[in-house]
Nanobody
Framework: QVQLVESGGGLVQPGESLRLSCAAS????????MGWYRQTPGKQREVVAT???????NYADSVKGRFTISRDNAKNTVYLQMNGLKPEDTAVYSC?????????WGQGTQVTVSS
C-alpha cells in the first residue's frame, strides 16, 4: 500500500523560501521517478519538478533557477527547496510518481505567497 505524506508548506512573503518534504512508503518510491505537482482552484494540476532514481532532475520553466528537487532514497523522501517565492507559486503542492502519477494522492501541503 502506498502512502504519500507531504509537509512543509506555509504562508510566506514574496522572495522568501520554503522546503517541502514528501515521505513515501512502498516499493513504488524506490523504483520510480518522483515529481512535485501543484494545483490551484479551477486549474489543472501541473508538474513543477521531477527527479529520477539516480538523481537526474527536470523543472518547469516557471520554477527553473528557483526550485530544487532532491531525494533521499534511504528515507523514501523527496524534497522541494523553493527559493525566491512569488505570489503565482501559491498552490497546494503534492508529490507522486512522474510522469504517470498514481491514482492515490496524499493530502498535499498548502503554500501561500503573499505580502
Amino acid at each position: 500500500q502506498v502512502q504519500l505524506v507531504e509537509s512543509g508548506g506555509g504562508l510566506v512573503q514574496p522572495g522568501e523560501s520554503l522546503r517541502l518534504s514528501c515521505a513515501a512508503s512502498g516499493l513504488i518510491f524506490r523504483i520510480s521517478t518522483m515529481g512535485w505537482y501543484r494545483q490551484t482552484p479551477g486549474k489543472q494540476r501541473e508538474v513543477v519538478a521531477t527527479i529520477t532514481t539516480d538523481g537526474s532532475t527536470n523543472y518547469a520553466d516557471s520554477v527553473k533557477g528557483r526550485f530544487t528537487i532532491s531525494r533521499d532514497n534511504a528515507k523514501n523522501t523527496v524534497y522541494l527547496q523553493m527559493n525566491g517565492l512569488k505570489p503565482e507559486d501559491t498552490a497546494v503542492y503534492s508529490c507522486n510518481r512522474a510522469p504517470n502519477p498514481l491514482n492515490y494522492w496524499g493530502q498535499g501541503t498548502q503554500v501561500t505567497v503573499s505580502s
